[in-house]
């Protein structure tokens, strides 16, 4: 059974953990930035100035929902579906905000809305790993963001520049990266029956929202179905 001491030692938040985390996400972080190259002269193509897309690139932090507001992007700027369409691919962050909730409220406020700013996938799922393990995770979450924010933004003004070099990421196999990582942070961690049946719930419902209902749905419907299984079926040790 997790204790409260417990927590407080795994949220811990120093300079040490945070460059750990930080150091840990550079390889991820190298190919972001090819990515984040693609999104520069994506934004150029789509009559973004520079200092727009860097803008975007600091101040949103997420690719596939910088990448879908391009598509909507154009003299006339339909606010609602814009909207909707950013909220349904970045709604998985509310549950990785509730997933990491026990640590995050050790915080205050300010640190732990700071580190949430910076959650994405790979760095979430290295967070994950850590606590899974009972050792501090915050900080890699933190650090592991920063590494990627950094690249993304280096990556953006690239492609403003050069970005023709690299404009067909697909093209080299780099968007296979991300998913190879984090199946490897899924591999890498708790294995039971109840982890295994969640993974298969999210990824069969995500599969079929992408089959069959409206286009970047399979994202949010997924993390729903994964989280409310996780949510339903609770693990032996959890704190009561």
């Known amino acids: 059974m997790t204790t409260t001491d417990d927590l407080r030692s795994q949220s811990a ?36 100035d520079t200092p727009w ?32 369409t950013v909220f349904a691919i970045n709604a998985r962050h ?24 910076l959650a994405s996938d790979s760095n979430w799922a290295l967070a994950m790993q850590a606590l899974g393990r009972g050792q501090p995770g915050l900080g890699l979450l933190l650090g592991g963001g920063l590494a990627l924010w950094v690249f993304w933004i280096v990556g953006t003004v690239l492609g403003t520049q050069v970005g023709s070099l690299i404009a067909d990421a697909r093209r080299w196999g780099l968007d296979m990266v991300m998913g190879c990582f984090l199946l490897a942070m899924v591999v890498g961690g708790e294995k039971n029956l109840r982890m295994l049946l969640i993974w298969v719930m999210a990824a069969g419902a995500s599969l079929a929202a992408w089959r069959w209902l409206p286009e970047n749905s399979h994202v949010v419907t997924g993390t729903l179905a994964g989280g409310l299984l996780g949510l339903l079926w609770k693990e032996e040790s959890d704190e009561r």
């Not at 150091?23 to 002269?41: D, H, K, S, T």
């Not at 990785?96 to 949430?116: E, H, K, S």
Request: proline letters at 8%; a positive charge; hydrophobic letters at 60%.
């Open 53 to 84: 897309a860097v803008l975007m690139s600091s101040a949103v932090f997420a690719g596939a929902a910088q990448f879908a507001v391009l598509d909507l992007w154009g003299p006339q700027v339909p606010l609602l579906p814009l909207a909707l």
């Open 94 to 117: 509310l549950l990785m905000g509730a997933t990491l909730y026990p640590w995050l409220r050790q915080l205050p406020p300010a640190r732990r809305y700071g580190v949430m700013a």
């Open 13 to 48: 938040l120093t300079r040490r953990l945070v460059w750990a985390g930080f150091r840990e996400m550079l390889p991820i972080a190298l190919f972001v930035l090819v990515f984040g190259a693609a999104f520069g002269l994506a934004s150029l193509q789509q009559g973004l």
